[in-house]
C-alpha cells in the first residue's frame, strides 16, 4: 500500500462512510493523475442502501490533491519542516436523480443544510444548484435530476502528516453527515420514475 497522506486521508473517507452505512456505487470510484499539471484526483460515489440502480439520491466525492500540495509535502517529509500546509481540495455533490418532473430547486435547498460539519478548521459550503433534463432517444420521455454541491479544502497540520490516524477524527463525522443529507434529501415528497433493473424487468 502506498504510504502517502492523500491516500491515508482516502482510507479515512473510506472508513467514514462504511461506519455511517453508506452503500458504495459499483465501478463509480477513480483514482486518477493529470499527466499536465500533476494534480491527483479521487472519486467515488455513495448512496443509501437498497436504492436501486441507479440510486434516487447519491452522494458524489471528489478529492484533489493539488501539485503544489505535493511539493509542500514532500519539502516537509524531506527537510521535516512544515512551510506552507498541504490541502486537499474536496467537493460533495449530492445528487437527486430518476426524478418524474422538474423540482423546485427552492424546495431541495430548504431541506439541506448550507454548510458542512467542521473539517480540521474548516467547513465544506453549498453553492447553487443545478438541474438536469434527460430525454429518451425519441423524445417521448424525459426524467430529471438536479446537483447541490459543496465546495472547500481540508488543511493538514503537521500532526496529520506525521500520524495519518489523526484524519480519522476529523474526517470521522463526514459519513454521518452525508447518511443524514442522503435521508433528508431522501425524504422529500418528490415523483420518481422506477430503477433501471424494475423498468426493463
Not at 452505512?21 to 463509480?28: G, H, I, S, T, V
Not at 500533476?38 to 455513495?46: K, L, M
Not at 505535493?70 to 498541504?86: C, D, F, K, N
Not at 444548484?129 to 429518451?136: D, K, N, V, Y
Amino acid at each position: 500500500m502506498l504510504d502517502h497522506v492523500f491516500t491515508d486521508a482516502i482510507g479515512a473517507l473510506r472508513d467514514a462512510f462504511e461506519l455511517a452505512l453508506l452503500e458504495r456505487q459499483a465501478f463509480e470510484e477513480h483514482f486518477q493523475s493529470d499527466v499536465l499539471l500533476g494534480d491527483v484526483t479521487w472519486q467515488t460515489s455513495y448512496g443509501l442502501p437498497g436504492e436501486g440502480l441507479p440510486p434516487r439520491v447519491q452522494a458524489d466525492i471528489t478529492c484533489v490533491w493539488p501539485t503544489w500540495s505535493q511539493t509542500a509535502y514532500r519539502s516537509w517529509y524531506v527537510e521535516e519542516e512544515l512551510g506552507e500546509s498541504p490541502k486537499i481540495e474536496i467537493e460533495i455533490v449530492f445528487r437527486l436523480q430518476r426524478l418524474g418532473n422538474a423540482p423546485d430547486p427552492k424546495v431541495v435547498l430548504d431541506a439541506l443544510p448550507s454548510r458542512s460539519p467542521k473539517l480540521g478548521g474548516d467547513r465544506l459550503v453549498r453553492s447553487g444548484p443545478t438541474i438536469e433534463s434527460i430525454h429518451s432517444h425519441d423524445l417521448t420521455e424525459c426524467e430529471y435530476a438536479i446537483e447541490i454541491s459543496y465546495d472547500g479544502v481540508y488543511e493538514l497540520d503537521e500532526a496529520c502528516l506525521a500520524d495519518g490516524s489523526a484524519l480519522d477524527a476529523h474526517f470521522g463525522s463526514l459519513g454521518g453527515w452525508i447518511a443524514s443529507t442522503l435521508v433528508r434529501a431522501g425524504d422529500l415528497d418528490l415523483l420518481y420514475m422506477p430503477p433501471a433493473d424494475e423498468a426493463t424487468g
